[in-house]
């Protein structure tokens, strides 16, 4: 059974940092490009950052850019989202997600993803 499983979230105050994590399980996770999504109360959820599947290509929204670092450990079948200088509009729920299919790609940002965990909150306010 795929399972991903996020943690990290919580309340932080403007400018302040939360690391994110994803713990996989139930497929070859060294195969997939993996991803954070978010969705804010009343917008569409949207990508924050992708990393393709041997972790050398990481692509990040425009929100994300400079702020934000997405890593992976194959080894340890988890995805990470570092995320500093926080602001109230990065308040969403995040989400890690698996993409389909298997392959090798320097976009991961523009594969398809059909799997979400259930997400993590992530609260930005003073």
């Known amino acids: 059974e795929v399972q991903l499983v996020e943690s990290g979230g919580g309340l932080a105050q403007p400018g302040e940092s939360l690391r994110l994590s994803c713990a996989a399980s139930?497929?070859?996770?060294?195969?997939?490009?993996m991803a954070w999504f978010r969705q804010a109360p009343g917008k569409e959820r949207e990508l924050v950052a992708a990393?393709?599947?041997?972790?050398?290509?990481?692509k990040y929204a425009d929100s994300a850019k400079g702020r934000f670092t997405i890593s992976r450990d194959n080894a340890k079948n988890t995805v990470s989202l570092q995320m500093d200088s926080l602001k109230p509009d990065d308040t969403a729920l995040y989400s890690c997600?698996?993409?389909?299919?298997?392959?090798?790609?320097?976009?991961?940002?523009?594969?398809?993803?059909?799997?979400w965990g259930l997400g993590t909150q992530v609260t930005v306010s003073s």
């Open positions: 997600a698996k993409a389909e299919p298997p392959s090798y790609t320097d976009y991961p940002q523009f594969q398809p993803y059909h799997f």
């Open positions: 139930g497929f070859t996770f060294s195969s997939y490009s």
């Open positions: 990393i393709n599947r041997n972790g050398r290509v990481p």
